[in-house]
């Protein structure tokens, strides 16, 4: 009877009651967190209305994120400020919400820390780069005041460098031109001319002494032996005026000194000529020169088919011959002479041309004499300018007078036109440098 009634009561109880009241209770269980009276046996049959969920805040965590935020933004100014996330709560909510400062307060205390860290910051800095300067600035004059003679050394080292350079940037600049022109070299100035013909010399001599200066180690070592010699491994860019006016009179002398020898080869080969119907005027020629007297630019240009052919042509030229005169021009020497011979004179021609397309000799600076002077094989020292005049112009004369097959006619001009010089005179008979 007791078990009867027992299952007549439950079959009273609606299938869903347990299931629906056991999710309410596991729900408010999870978000309240507080201990909520099971529900009493009298079950009603409506279905109750929707209970908002109830969430709480985490107070800790907010509090936490909000100085993360802080610490964060204090230290990185560029970075943007982000608003901390919270979660949102209820308005049904009782739980007290955490004390905020003002956006606009907080926002002046990081403009107020960012400024002064900037402004430390610049300060530090203007101080050490205006002592670093200030050091480096004054640097060469306590190098100047400890070494002078090495601070010397080294103003003259470095302005060569930079001369050096520029004549090289020109010098690329030039033979671009001279290769594109269709005339050719032709085109090119007196200045430039100088500077094509000088420059490949000087860039194969002073090679050598840059390599072994910018070395680590050896240039330490490099460097005074390079200063030490200054003729034998540098040019006239790094050559004081003092230095350029002793090296360039030691240069002339020994060229000068071939002077006797080109003449001696010049006799040798005059029975050769028997044939030549200016042999007997070319024989007048080498008896004025062996009196001490010079012949005339028309004499000259009167005589120049006899270095067209035979003994006195660049092929008919003994090896002795060559050899004095590569010696007499100052070209370095080579294997291929003949052709460094050609080339020189060709060269020179050329000049002579541009300083009559340029309105003459007369229009040369003192210092532009000096160099043509000394480029054709006479000594300018103690030389007026009228005196240098002249004897270029007789020069220039023969020179625009002759064509490229009277090319040695005009390698011999420096012992046509200058032999007995009275500068060169000295030179000749004196003591030939070794």
Not at 3 to 8: K, Q, W
Not at 88 to 105: A, G, I, L, R, V
Not at 411 to 428: A, E, F, Q, S
Request: charge should be positive; aromatic fraction near 10%; charged fraction near 25%.
């Amino acid at each position: 009877m007791a078990l009867a009634l027992r299952v007549a009561r439950c079959a009273a109880i609606p299938a869903n009651c347990w299931p629906r009241d056991r999710r309410r209770l596991l729900h408010l269980c999870s978000s309240d967190k507080r201990p909520t009276a099971f529900c009493s046996r009298n079950y009603a049959t409506k279905p109750e209305a929707a209970v908002p969920p109830q969430i709480k805040r985490n107070v800790a965590a907010e509090i936490t994120s909000v100085g993360k935020v802080i610490y964060e933004t204090g230290w990185d100014a560029n970075k943007p400020i982000e608003k901390p996330k919270v979660r949102p709560s209820s308005s049904s909510s009782t739980q007290p919400t955490p004390s905020k400062k003002p956006e606009d307060e907080k926002r002046k205390e990081l403009d107020t820390v960012k400024s002064k860290r900037d402004q430390m910051r610049d300060n530090m800095q203007d101080y050490i780069f205006t002592r670093y300067f200030n050091y480096v600035k004054n640097y060469d004059k306590v190098l100047e005041k400890n070494f002078p003679k090495a601070m010397q050394l080294y103003r003259v080292f470095f302005d060569g460098v930079k001369d050096f350079f520029g004549d090289m940037k020109r010098f690329l600049k030039i033979a671009r031109i001279a290769n594109d022109s269709p005339q050719g070299i032709r085109a090119l100035n007196r200045q430039e001319l100088e500077l094509y013909m000088q420059m490949p010399r000087d860039m194969m001599k002073v090679a050598p002494a840059l390599i072994g200066c910018s070395l680590p180690m050896v240039g330490y070592a490099f460097f005074p032996l390079v200063f030490y010699y200054p003729r034998s491994f540098l040019t006239a860019h790094f050559w004081t005026p003092q230095q350029r006016s002793e090296f360039q009179s030691y240069y002339m002398k020994r060229r000068l000194c071939n002077n006797k020898d080109v003449f001696r080869c010049l006799q040798d080969k005059l029975k050769a000529t028997a044939s030549h119907p200016k042999h007997s005027a070319f024989a007048d020629i080498l008896g004025q020169l062996g009196s001490g007297t010079h012949p005339t630019p028309e004499m000259l240009i009167d005589v120049k088919d006899i270095f067209a052919e035979g003994p006195y042509s660049l092929l008919g030229m003994s090896r002795k011959h060559v050899r004095n005169l590569v010696n007499l021009h100052g070209l370095p020497s080579s294997i291929f002479k003949r052709h460094r011979l050609h080339e020189h004179a060709f060269l020179v021609h050329y000049m002579d041309q541009a300083i009559t397309r340029e309105g003459g000799v007369h229009n040369l600076t003192p210092d532009a004499l000096r160099y043509s002077c000394y480029l054709r094989g006479l000594n300018p020292d103690s030389l007026s300018s009228e005196a240098m005049i002249e004897w270029l112009r007789k020069w220039v004369k023969v020179s625009t007078s002759i064509q490229g097959e009277h090319i040695t006619l005009f390698l011999h001009l420096p012992i046509l036109l200058g032999y007995n010089h009275p500068n060169n005179w000295k030179t000749i008979y004196g003591k030939c440098p070794t």
